[in-house]
């Protein structure tokens, strides 16, 4: 369970250090590559904690210390004389964690786009939080500015 809880937290610290950045940084500041490779492990750090660590501690703690297996029922028909006349199969402890972990996935692929939206419109170009004034460009690149 402490593993479990404790891939979730990281994954919450990490999105929220996203989110920090996706707030501070100008949506017209300039990349460089070590940045673009910083940016890069992180997304895919983040994509391994939503699609690997969290639904894999979820199934050991499951295994673990709840005992969910094929050899405890969530439901049998043959304990049921109301349903079990109807329903003729058992569903087992490992079949509820398997839904679960889809569940899981499921949610991850559902905050995955608008987390990426957020990222793509993360606002109008500033600088430190203050509206940035445009420097006219001469034809060679260069800001023109006037002497004094």
Known sequence: M???ITSIVVLLLMSGVTLYVAWDRPQDARLTWGEGMVGAVW???ILVMMFG???DQWIRWADT???WSTDTFFYQHANNDYLGAFIRFDIHMQAVRDVIVVIIHVVFL???PPA???WQKRGPARSLGQPRTEIPISDFGRPLVKET
């Open 43 to 45: 997304v895919f750090m």
């Open 116 to 118: 990426v939206l957020a």
């Open 65 to 67: 210390d709840l005992g």
């Open 53 to 55: 660590v969290v639904p």
């Open 110 to 112: 559902v905050a995955l």
């Open 2 to 4: 402490v593993a479990f």
